[in-house]
């Protein structure tokens, strides 16, 4: 056990910005995504972890903040000075003298950006800047906070991918914040969705798929004929422009295959789907549910 | 890695930072050159004969060394660290493992040193164009002592202005006035002291500046002076300075949710 989470009710003013009532454990090697929409407590988790928040109840930990590293959702440095001496201030070292530093910096090709200014940077550069140092840390657990946010969909994914591989064999503990699912489908083998303040489900992802999507789900569009077609087929939650069965037998999944096939319907299938999972765990909660572990 | 101590790749890191805001080079290494070479030549130019213009070329050189640390620390300090407060910087390097107690000192020592570079760059400009009276070893360490103490407490004030403010717009207005502000109540402006109407030599008597520019010449040629009304103006500028911190602080425990 990295930490465990009791109790935890984080106030701004008269506002709960966050409250966790069951315990959470954060193992040794987790890789926990965390979801929710905006004002869900995501980044107030991530500061009450940090220390840098006071918050009711407590954190039982076998590490201190201090072991902890973090990419915020907004990182700034001084723009007086070329960003390598930002990271040579930052690390406590020289980068010519450190075999590391020059691996990452390699990883992140990051060479032709050593001498500018942080201003001068790129978006994608500036999160590049922030993940070499934060990685340098080596940190048991280490957070991301909503790390691609505002960049474009080529450098996001080359950042994520980046991330997987950096990460691949390590046994480092993650906690990933991000809006982006498919993100997290890369990331992430644990899911902590938030709402409101509220701890929705808590769990690994397989597990709370089976839980609120089932075996599996096929996504068609939704529209008349879609709808017509599949009407005698229980439906989950789902955004407005699609339809999600699902199958929770083969002998079912199978048959509306052969139909959509038939119809010649595009569809999708999967057995992780985290918009899903989010989706259906939020509105379980919102009917009366409890909160999973 | 242990990031919490005083550490020279530090230093110089918080050096740099001093050194790339560039108002510290015009207003703390610039302006009080120039102001002491044309106010020093226009005064010995209009000075009467029979009056000992050594004296006075010193004095008003030494008066206009406490631009020094009000440039480079009350300005440029408060300007930097409200900069740094409004991006998130202290934050963020707090985050990488960096007490503010550290982070403090290491820039504190950075200051000193930027102010030391640029009182050396003073005083060779000034003692190659000026003619200045050659001083007693005690002189110069009193001296000394009086700038760098006066600038430890610029330090205080200016990280407290900083951090109660947190703008960088508002904190620059604010040592921007308290720049010229104690320029002229110092009599550095080319009103002496004892032409300011007697409520404002009242504040004028409680700025240390003010002792460094009109009395400082006796100590440093050695002659009898009588510390106690600069002691006490040390003591009230600490207690202003320690106020603002005390406040600072209140603050920012309030802010904390």
Redesign the interface.
């Known amino acids: 056990m990295l930490l465990t989470i009791n109790n935890l009710n984080?106030?701004?003013?008269k506002t709960t910005a966050l409250n966790i009532v069951t315990p959470i454990t954060i193992e040794k090697g987790d890789r926990i995504g965390v979801i929710g929409s905006n004002g869900a407590g995501k980044t107030t988790l991530i500061k009450s972890l940090?220390g840098?928040?006071?918050y009711t109840g407590s954190i039982d930990s076998t590490i201190t903040p201090?072991d902890m590293a973090?990419h915020?959702q907004?990182?700034?440095?001084?723009?007086?000075?070329a960003v390598k001496?930002?990271m040579?201030?930052?690390?406590?070292t020289r980068i010519k003298k450190n075999a590391k530093l020059q691996e990452l910096i390699s990883f992140f090709e990051f060479e032709t950006c050593l001498n500018k200014k942080y201003k001068v940077l790129s978006g994608g550069q500036k999160q590049r800047f922030t993940i070499i140092?934060v990685m340098m840390?080596e940190a048991p657990l280490t957070f991301y906070d909503e790390v691609s946010s505002g960049l474009d969909f080529e450098t996001r994914q080359k950042l994520v991918e980046k991330l997987v591989s950096w990460y691949k064999d390590k046994e480092a503990s993650l906690c990933v914040i991000s809006h982006y699912y498919e993100e997290l489908e890369q990331l992430a083998n644990k899911l902590l969705i938030l709402d409101q303040g509220n701890v929705i489900a808590y769990g690994y992802k397989d597990e709370l798929f089976k839980k609120y999507c089932g075996r599996a789900i096929l996504i068609i569009d939704n529209n008349e004929k879609n709808e017509l077609l599949t009407r005698k087929y229980p439906k989950l939650a789902a955004p407005n422009n699609l339809i999600v069965l699902p199958c929770n037998e083969e002998e079912v999944e199978a048959e509306i295959t052969t139909l959509l096939i038939k119809n010649n319907i595009n569809y999708k299938r999967s057995n992780n789907d985290i918009e899903m999972i989010f989706i259906n765990a939020k509105k379980e909660f919102a009917s009366g549910g409890v909160i999973n572990e | 890695?242990n990031?919490n101590k005083v550490?020279f790749?530090?230093i110089?890191?918080e050096l740099?930072?001093v050194?790339?805001?560039p108002f510290v080079h015009i207003f703390g290494v610039g302006f009080p050159i120039l102001m002491s070479i044309i106010i020093t030549k226009a005064v010995a130019s209009e000075a009467p004969d029979g009056i000992n213009i050594g004296e006075i070329v010193t004095s008003i050189f030494l008066g206009f060394g406490a631009i020094i640390p009000l440039a480079t620390i009350l300005m440029g300090y408060s300007s930097?660290c409200s900069q740094?407060i409004e991006?998130?910087?202290p934050?963020?390097?707090?985050?990488?493992?960096?007490s503010e107690k550290y982070t403090i000192i290491n820039r504190l020592i950075a200051e000193f040193i930027y102010m030391t570079f640029a009182f050396v760059i003073y005083f060779i400009v000034g003692i190659n164009a000026l003619d200045i009276v050659r001083p007693v070893i005690s002189g110069v360490i009193i001296y000394l002592i009086c700038l760098y103490v006066f600038a430890a407490a610029l330090f205080i004030l200016a990280h407290a202005i900083a951090n109660l403010v947190k703008k960088f717009g508002l904190t620059y207005m604010i040592s921007m006035l308290f720049y010229f502000g104690v320029m002229i109540l110092s009599g550095m402006m080319g009103i002496t002291i004892d032409k300011l109407p007697k409520g404002v030599r009242f504040i004028s008597n409680l700025l240390p500046s003010t002792y460094l520019n009109k009395d400082i010449y006796t100590v440093w040629v050695g002659k009898s002076y009588n510390y106690v009304p600069m002691l006490q103006s040390y003591i009230f500028f600490f207690a202003i300075s320690g106020i603002l911190v005390f406040l600072m602080i209140y603050r920012s425990r309030r802010n904390?949710?």
């Not at chain 1, 984080?10 to 003013?13: E, I």
């Not at chain 1, 040579?88 to 406590?92: D, I, K, R, Y």
């Open positions: 984080v106030k701004y003013g940090l840098i928040v006071n201090a973090v915020m907004f990182n700034e440095y001084t723009d007086s000075m001496h930002i040579e201030a930052v690390l406590q140092l840390q | 890695m990031r550490s790749r530090m110089q890191y740099r930072n050194a790339g805001n930097t740094d991006k998130g910087i934050l963020r390097m707090q985050l990488f493992g960096f904390l949710h």
